[in-house]
């Protein structure tokens, strides 16, 4: 029934001329993991620490979740599964890993979802919010690139994170003596995680020519990004706050200021450092390393030097 569903919006959109089609890709593009990295770091650098660190922390524990569901369900892409599927213009090249849940629609239920489910945020905003987690989670099977059953599973179980994520943070603030225990099973969680992916056995399917169709260990990639970032968000988050504890609570041309040069100095971490990082070092190591650097840039690093240099400025 799933591929049924897929089949029927593909001809919807085949024969409508392309209506719909550019806003769903700009819906998908809001649950892309640079998008939602770069959205997360420009709250917690500018608007408020404790969403962005409530943000970051839930998306770190929705990778993990994401990348041990796709390792252990190991279902493949919808046009792997039926050839009639063609998936939308680019859109497959965004789509990674195995099909089972939906890695997009878990960052939205991220970053949308746990902003919606913030009491503090006004009524009109969290109901907008809510309505662009259910957009990015459609575009996913507008554009033929998941199944109804991924993105479903992908928004549940991304909200149930963020839940427990919510109810988390209000006991460390309780407890606020335990981070360090917070930080210890979390990384003892992500050491699992990836014994698991790299030493699992994967299904091995060859087509009529003997080709292998899916490379289970090169699925399991998206899995290892996630091990990365969640050791990043949890050593950069205990380090600043033992070591920098900055605020957001600054004047708006300060704030200006952490925006852009924090955008445009992750940006030359992502899309310089971290590629090369990859190349130096291959396989799982380095794509671990390259997503450690990148989000421990964002919560600790940066907030390190802007805060040094906002000192030295009063001085």
Known sequence: MDIDILLFLQEFRNGAGGILTDFMSKMTFLGEINTVIVIMALLYWCVSKELGTFLMMGWSGNRLVNGALKVTVCAYRPWIREALIVPHGNAITTAT?????????????????????????????????????????????????????????????????????????????????????????????????????????????FDAEGKLIVDGAKMANDTFKGVGYCFAFLIGWILERRYVGFSTEVPPALKLTRAATGALSYYAVSLILSPLIRTWIPGFAGTTISCFVQLFYIVFLFPLCFRYLERNRRR
């Not at 006004?122 to 662009?132: D, E, K, Q």
């Not at 459609?138 to 998941?146: A, E, Q, Y």
């Not at 003892?188 to 990836?194: M, V």
């Open 97 to 205: 890993g195995y099909s089972f849940p939906s890695g997009h629609t878990m960052n939205a239920a991220t970053v949308f979802g746990g902003s919606a489910m913030r009491k503090d945020l006004p009524a009109i905003l969290r109901v907008t919010l809510g309505i662009i987690l259910a957009l990015v989670a459609f575009s996913r099977i507008f554009l033929g690139v998941h199944t109804p059953q991924d993105v479903l599973v992908g928004a549940g179980a991304g909200l149930l994170v963020m839940w427990l994520t919510l109810k988390l943070t209000q006991w460390i603030e309780s407890h606020p003596q335990k981070d360090g225990l917070v930080v210890c099973i979390g990384i003892g969680l992500g050491i699992a995680l990836a014994l698991y992916a790299a030493f699992k056995p994967y299904p091995a399917d």
